[in-house]
């Protein structure tokens, strides 16, 4: 936390806003995966069940967290698998080093992990003379190029097939310039397979882990999860404390969701249930299997009723996909790791409303976040309630940076909003005065921001109450 | 089509006008009050009206929201339909003001105000079951859908159910209906860069259906819409449904 660079998110903005390219790749992507999802969730009615199944699946599991977080250290312990708790990333981090430093693993193979990447584990090793090899083909893209993700469960969404030629091109030494995608595939393929060989340790996320049984559960399309969690001797999995799940049988309809929301399918080619190291006379798998448990502020979020929703979150990624802000600026614009919707909840809430609270004003309220999210997060009502805690009104905020931006203009206009409102006098002299200055209300403040793409709002001579009480219509 | 059983069946309804339609668009205005007289009911405006509230509401000024959005509840007293001609004012007032007002002695006066909120389109559609006759001359026509009509208060439905009433008018549907113009309130001035972006595209997408007109439920979006055609100097008229349909059927 806190050692990225200054967030200027105008800036961002502008600079995305400008990138054709940028646009019409994510537009053509976002289309894809919205049709996708709508194909493999075909009765909307079957749909609704299942969103509400999984909202009270993960419900249950988060009312019950402490409880199934000793549950599920007990049976993996019992598993011979080594749980280590982490308070913030700087300790993961550490956890991550020690393990390396025992088994004297100069690099580390990972399937693809949006914990890792909060950990901001790849810089981390670096700065110890360590390296991370990100497996995961989208990682392995914006790693050659020196990118973070811009996107949840597609990494490389930003880059067209052209873009990823030209950068295997030139990261990649003896590499001939192709486009064709099976070329491109083989060529990543060819390098990775002697990374999984060589490495002493893998890294991989978290889906769901499972109190009852002791079982960690990761789905991926490539293989390379697999690669990472049973090709090196050591493999540790690094997951948000959130992520804990009663019972097994809490799986299926979750594992529904999460396919069908992140990628549009039934089920993912491979689905990994991890329940301990190689066991004596077994010939394969590591000989050492790590969990380690990232708090970073989640407990905070859990200690308010309303952002605790907040953590039903299964990171499936769908609700940037249907986002008509995300669509325009992609995920690096967001300057955290988490993007979109689910970024503008989860980022001010992880890093403080003074760092990351204009997030939340990135946001028109459409609705259509909430209206997608396999597990029912209210995201524009946690989007309002960051909106209040950064004014603070009645001193209640609970997020770090509470009332960052309370400021005396902007209170004495809503103040002044407030009275004209309330007061029908105040209301009409209002309209009125607006309705005679017409054209002449100069362009400062708000109305020059809008008038840079449109024309002023024009303001009616006569208004509705005058109409009404003119023309006949009843009053009171 | 499901119907909503009106708490009072009577003749008497309220009509609130919201305030972006009594400073820029009483034309609208009236025509949805007269529509709905046409049926005959008995329309009450009252005047001490002002503002549904959600403008501070979305903009983290809670308090302010709230003592203007109890204004409305005690000015609309009488136990009648409450009539709105934006989904996004009868969305805050329906679903937001019984969160507004929780755990303030004026929550059980909330619910029972946020009961009697119908949109517009809705109440005509459901409740009046109204019949319209087209008058008009052969019109294409394209819907803008607001994002809290389509959302909140679902009922995107009533509305073209409207439309299709009137046989010369065709109605060409955009590409991308689902997605937000670009307005959502003080977002528009918050965020100028990405606004502006989603209202470009959503001009783009109105003007590749061919039609003269684009009609909406919600003078937000179509303060928006027209403002950036108007800007961009695109020939299209836009218009609240209200008015679009008092003129085909008094045409």
């Known amino acids: 936390m806190g050692n990225h660079t200054r967030f200027d998110f105008e800036h961002n903005v502008t600079g995305a806003l400008a990138d054709d390219q940028l646009r019409k790749n994510l537009r053509k992507a976002m289309d894809i995966l919205v049709d996708k999802r709508r194909t493999v969730f075909p009765d909307s009615e079957y749909l609704e069940q299942l969103r509400s199944a999984g909202n009270a699946i993960k419900r249950r599991a988060l009312k019950q967290l402490p409880r199934l977080l000793e549950q599920l250290e007990v049976n993996c312990t019992k598993n011979g698998i080594q749980v280590h708790w982490a308070e913030d990333t700087a300790e993961a981090n550490r956890i991550v080093l020690d393990i390396m430093r025992r088994h004297e693993a100069p690099a580390i193979v990972k399937g693809k992990s949006m914990v890792s990447e909060e950990m901001h584990l790849n810089r981390f090793l670096d700065e110890q003379g360590l390296e991370a090899v990100e497996t995961d083909l989208g990682e392995f893209i914006i790693q050659l190029n020196h990118e973070t993700p811009s996107h949840i469960i597609v990494p490389a969404i930003h880059k067209n097939k052209d873009e990823v030629a030209a950068i295997f091109h030139d990261k990649i030494p003896d590499t001939p310039y192709t486009e064709d995608v099976e070329e491109l595939t083989a060529i990543a393929r060819r390098v990775l397979r002697k990374r999984f060989a060589a490495a002493k340790v893998g890294l991989s996320g978290v889906n769901f882990a499972i109190a009852e049984t002791g079982t960690l559960l990761l789905v991926e399309n490539e293989g390379n999860g697999r690669m990472c969690t049973t090709v090196p001797e050591v493999h540790v999995a690094v997951m948000g404390l959130e992520k804990v799940i009663e019972k097994l049988s809490d799986v299926p309809p979750l594992l529904r969701l999460l396919t069908g929301s992140a990628t549009g399918q039934v089920i993912t080619t491979y689905v990994n249930m991890i329940s301990s190291p190689r066991k004596s006379g077994e010939k394969d798998g590591p000989k050492e299997v790590h969990l380690v448990i990232l708090d970073n502020g989640r407990s905070r979020m859990l200690a308010d009723p309303e952002f605790r929703q907040t953590l039903l979150c299964i990171r499936c990624g769908t609700c940037l996909n249907h986002c008509p802000v995300y669509v325009r600026i992609g995920g690096h614009a967001y300057g955290h790791v988490y993007p979109g919707p689910i970024g503008k909840i989860l980022t001010p809430q992880m890093e403080g409303l003074e760092r990351a609270g204009v997030l939340a004003t990135a946001s028109s309220l459409c609705g259509a976040c909430g209206e997608v999210c396999p597990v029912r997060i209210p995201i524009p009502d946690l989007i309002r309630r960051l909106r209040n805690e950064s004014y603070d009104q009645d001193g209640s905020a609970v997020v770090e940076g509470g009332g960052y931006k309370k400021n005396l203009a902007e209170t004495l206009v809503w103040k002044g909003w407030e009275l004209a409102n309330r007061s029908p006098l105040l209301n009409g002299i209002g309209t009125r005065l607006a309705g005679k200055l017409g054209k002449r209300i100069p362009r400062v403040g708000p109305l020059k921001k809008w008038t840079r793409v449109r024309t002023s709002p024009k303001v009616a001579r006569c208004s509705l109450h005058e109409r009404a009480r003119n023309e006949g219509v009843n009053n009171e | ?251």
């Open chain 2, 1 to 251: 089509m499901e119907k909503r059983v009106s708490p009072d069946q009577s003749d008497q309804i309220y009509f609130f006008g919201t305030c972006l339609m009594d400073a820029a668009y009483p034309d609208a205005g009236m025509a949805a009050i007269r529509l709905l007289e046409a049926q005959g009911v008995e329309v009450t405006f009252p005047q001490d009206q002002s503002c549904c509230g959600q403008p501070a509401y979305n903009s983290g000024f809670i308090r302010e929201a709230r003592a203007v959005a109890r204004k409305q509840i005690r000015v609309f007293a009488k136990p009648y339909p409450i009539i709105v001609p934006s989904g996004s004012c009868a969305g805050m007032m329906k679903h937001h003001y019984p969160d507004l007002f929780a755990g303030t002695p004026d929550e059980a006066d909330a619910h029972r105000f946020s009961e009697r909120v119908y949109e517009w389109s809705e109440y005509l559609a459901t409740v009046l079951e109204v019949k319209l006759e087209d008058r008009g001359d052969p019109l294409t026509i394209t819907w803008h859908s607001s994002c809290h009509a389509l959302r909140e208060m679902d009922v995107i439905r009533y509305s073209k159910a409207l439309i299709r009433q009137l046989k010369n008018v065709t109605l060409v549907e955009l590409e991308r209906e689902t997605e937000c113009c670009g307005f959502g309130g003080t977002f528009a001035v918050k965020q100028p860069a990405i606004s502006a972006a989603m209202v470009k595209d959503k001009v783009a997408d109105i003007t590749r259906t061919g039609a003269s007109t684009v009609v909406a439920g919600d003078c937000g979006c179509l303060m928006n819409i027209t403002g950036a055609m108007q800007h961009a100097g695109v020939a299209i008229a836009g218009k609240h449904l209200a008015e679009f349909l008092w003129e085909r059927t008094n045409g």
